[in-house]
């Protein structure tokens, strides 16, 4: 995926003369590329677990208490 990410923003800098066009852009993939590795936008992958805000789709509520 970050190769298409690259195509296209080689090509926005071929076709877009103007450089603040190409640094928005370029800025914009870097953005992306850092927030998908890091998985800043998955809080329930593996490296989450147990940090603070962490819920586990598997968590169930506490089970009935026998009176």
């Given amino acids: 995926m970050s190769g298409t990410f690259l195509l296209l923003t080689l090509v926005a800098a071929i076709l877009l003369v103007n450089w603040r066009v190409v640094l928005v852009v370029?800025?914009?993939?870097?953005?992306?590329?850092?927030?998908?590795?890091?998985?800043?936008?998955?809080p329930n992958n593996a490296e989450a677990v147990g940090q603070p805000g962490f819920t586990s789709p598997a968590v169930v509520t506490q089970p009935p208490t026998v009176v």
């Fill in 26 to 42: 370029l800025l914009a993939v870097l953005i992306a590329l850092v927030v998908l590795g890091t998985g800043a936008l998955r």
